[in-house]
């Protein structure tokens, strides 16, 4: 297994990665939004995205986007190869995408919305806890990439304040990550 940071030669990954997004909404039955492939592509040129590959096949993909100044990053758009799933991979791209943000954005909460129970999972192994949708971004970017989801009008009928998916948030600031960003502040006074 093969995880790093995208870079512009995986540009030729994006078709794929977008059919997968549709087939995974249409196998699970739930609320997945669709990705445009000029949006993952953004993505992967700003080095925000983790790209998997097993035995030089392209595995799975993540990708992290700011809002509100970047007080807020979310780590979206988690996807595996459907005959990769069960053997760790998705929780190994999860990490790595957590860094990524944690490395960048260090003084930013990190969210998410699912409705999988397996990202769930990780995401409180990672020290996110469930919050109310109120509790993150309030930016109507990240909203609109809800409105290819088919639960949408849930979302729209609760006014952005609760819909199928869970929202968590990690807001530990004071992590290995916050400690660097606190010693360079001190370093500069």
Known sequence: MNLRVATFADIQYVDTLCQWYVES???RGTGIAKRDPNYLIKKIQNGDAIIAFVDDE???FC???TFDD????VNSGLIVNTELRKEGLGR???H???KLSRTKYPAAKIFGITTSAAVMKINSELGYRP???PELTQSDDFWKGCMSCKNYHILQENERKMCLCTGMVYD???DQYGKVVQESIEILR
């Open 25 to 27: 909404a249409k196998t």
């Open 63 to 65: 990708y992290i986007e």
């Open 58 to 60: 392209l595995a799975g």
């Open 131 to 133: 919050v109310t949708f």
């Open 92 to 94: 190994a791209i999860k």
């Open 96 to 98: 790595e995408v957590f």
């Open 172 to 174: 530990n600031l004071n």
């Open 70 to 73: 970047a007080k807020f990053v």
